[in-house]
């Protein structure tokens, strides 16, 4: 192709842009009436099977795709494309014997990135691929600047995140990550609607920031004049919906949390919370695993998934206790020195020493109520709360517990919360009255669950950084 011979982008862009006058003088440019019947994929999933003679004796005409061109083999009287939609490629042949001489001519100036309507037939070439045969081409939007490179791809891991659309239109493989999360995240949504939860939506920009001990950020309503905050956890309001009488609610949204960035954490995230109802944190516990499950086999028909350098199994999750886990990797520390921690200093050692070693499917039980202050206490052991997490990989996926529905003990712990904040505590709770008020008016007992989307999806996908299974991660200037 022409362009082969100039050096440089620049060079690649002035040519293209000179295309581009040419349409433009036409009137052809950035035409938007070819219509598209058909996807690459079902093409292939229709006929692939079939024999070049079968194919042939089906007749298969009137197919009609549209997409960009992804590679060409210009020749003399007849040239070969491949064609890229959402769902795949398929191959294409132009021949000046079946469409117009100037029309075959224009489609040998066309580049690699222009997107293009194909309307032909189906036949099978030599090689037996599956190929349409052209009647009609149209240019319908102009490449100015050049695709990535066919065989190294995206070298630039920034250009990767911060030019997502780059990545996505040279790697396949990296579009199929989207694709896998956009499945899990239908999943978890069947599996909670199977079980009669309701989907609703709740606030984004929140008077007071709560739901989670998390650094929020700060934004102005100018007609009201007054600080709002962007939701770190939108718990607080679907528990104000128990209140008002839904027994089964959940909510896939995007939180915010004011904290730095990392191959793990993201400003912005998406979170599942679901909350039941008349329920044991067993039971919860018990879906939460199903769930998990159903999603992973959905994507990778197995429940035996590499993440990383990791092997995990799924077929099995383990329950265990915090102080246990802190014992077992915290060898010779004594159960004498663990009494005398407070919960905080409990909960940094077991962050430390244990969290990164629960690489097996494991859900964490006996948090202390000083680290969990929405938390029910447990009935036996008032000083622990009726809580779990779920660790796989070393990471955190799930954390669940038993509402706290008195309202005489939530505002204890508002309070608690509001003192830790006044002395520095910058991710320390605010007392929300109305909250309180809610309670007052009778919350039934409940268990709830917040599921990090991402971390799972980076799981099911074996994805070591949340930037790849977040279309536009947030990065630093």
């Not at 950035?30 to 024999?51: G, P, R, T, V």
């Not at 509402?403 to 939530?410: I, K, V, Y």
């Not at 505590?425 to 008016?441: G, N």
């Not at 977040?470 to 630093?476: G, R, V």
């Amino acid at each position: 192709m022409a362009e082969e011979k100039i050096g440089g982008e620049e060079g690649i862009i002035e040519e293209r842009r000179k295309k581009l006058q040419l349409l433009r003088d036409n009137n052809t440019a950035y035409i938007n009436n070819f219509s598209k019947e058909h996807y690459a994929h079902n093409l292939h999933d229709k006929y692939d099977d079939l024999s070049k003679e079968d194919l042939e004796s089906n007749n298969v005409e009137n197919i009609s795709v549209a997409g960009r061109i992804v590679l060409m083999r210009v020749m003399g009287n007849a040239s070969f494309a491949t064609i890229r939609d959402s769902s795949g490629d398929i191959q294409v042949y132009v021949s000046k014997n079946t469409v117009d001489i100037d029309i075959y001519e224009d489609f040998k100036t066309w580049d690699l990135g222009d997107i293009v309507g194909i309307k032909g037939k189906l036949f099978k070439t030599k090689t037996n691929e599956l190929t349409i045969e052209a009647s009609a081409v149209c240019l319908i939007t102009k490449s100015i600047r050049p695709m990535p490179d066919k065989f190294k791809g995206l070298a630039d891991i920034e250009t990767k995140y911060r030019q997502r659309y780059l990545d996505l239109m040279s790697n396949e493989n990296q579009k199929q990550v989207f694709l896998n999360r956009s499945a899990i995240i239908e999943s978890l949504r069947e599996s909670l609607k199977d079980r009669n939860f309701v989907e609703v939506e709740t606030p984004m920009m929140h008077p007071i920031p709560g739901g989670a001990v998390a650094r929020p950020f700060v934004t102005k309503h100018n007609a009201l004049d007054r600080e709002l905050f962007l939701r770190i956890a939108p718990e607080l309001y679907l528990k104000r919906l128990l209140v008002g009488g839904f027994e089964r609610v959940f909510e896939i949204n995007r939180s915010f949390r004011n904290e730095g960035l990392s191959t793990k954490h993201n400003p912005e995230f998406t979170m599942l919370e679901y909350y039941e109802a008349f329920t044991t944190l067993e039971n919860t516990i018990e879906f939460t695993e199903n769930m998990i499950k159903k999603a992973c086999e959905l994507i990778n028909n197995s429940l035996n998934i590499s993440w990383g350098e990791d092997q995990i199994n799924l077929s099995k999750f383990r329950k265990a206790k915090l102080v246990d886990l802190v014992l077992e990797h915290n060898n010779p520390i004594s159960e004498d020195q663990i009494a005398k921690m407070d919960g905080k200093e409990l909960l940094e050692l077991f962050e430390s020493s244990v969290e990164e070693n629960l690489i097996e499917p494991t859900f964490v039980i006996g948090y202390p109520v000083e680290v969990s202050p929405l938390s029910r206490r447990n009935n036996e052991n008032p000083e622990i709360a009726d809580r779990f997490e779920l660790f796989i990989g070393g990471k955190e996926i799930a954390n669940g517990f038993c509402e706290l529905n008195d309202p005489d003990d939530q505002a204890d712990r508002f309070r608690e919360q509001v003192k830790a904040k006044d002395t520095g505590d910058k991710e320390a709770m605010s007392f929300d009255e109305d909250y309180i008020t809610a309670l007052e008016h009778g919350m039934p007992p409940a268990v709830g669950v917040g599921i990090g989307i991402d971390r799972l999806v980076m799981m099911i996908t074996n994805q070591t950084s949340i930037r790849d299974v977040i279309l536009f991660p947030q990065l630093k200037s």
